[in-house]
């Protein structure tokens, strides 16, 4: 996660292009109640679905290549994700030990993969795995610009 936060950064450092309109993220589920933080970087997005009180409920990151990389080891649950599917692989916050980590890659139709994560306390997990895996990713909103 700490790669996350300085790919964010240095994102943020290099003037990239900033809007609530969701640029190519995928589409949120309608009753998600979440709206998309967006910025683009050369051909890469990076989106946070955040809450009403704007705090995230999830993030992604789509690029060419993967900035994560699963371990086997670290498999969670099995799950789909617009009709793709996908392992959800767990990770760890050493300061929030009550905090539940997950993360996964998802293939796009343009060649390029998505690394969504989310972070939830143990009862909420199911419940923001569930509200991730309704995303969809459609294709024509997907350009490598």
Known sequence: MSALLVL???MASAHAQESNDGG???QLPA???LTWEYKA???SDFCRALRADGSEAFGLYISRKANF???RGNRAEEAVIDGQTIYWYKGELATKP???VRETLVQLPDGRVAHIWLQAAAPELSPALNQVQSIRFP???L???
Do not use: I
């Open 8 to 10: 964010a950064g240095s």
């Open 24 to 26: 190519n993220c995928p």
């Open 69 to 71: 990389e699963p371990k």
């Open 41 to 43: 970087s050369g051909d």
């Open 139 to 141: 294709a024509t909103r």
């Open 143 to 145: 350009s490598s610009n």
């Open 31 to 33: 009753n998600a109640g």
């Open 98 to 100: 009550d905090v539940q």
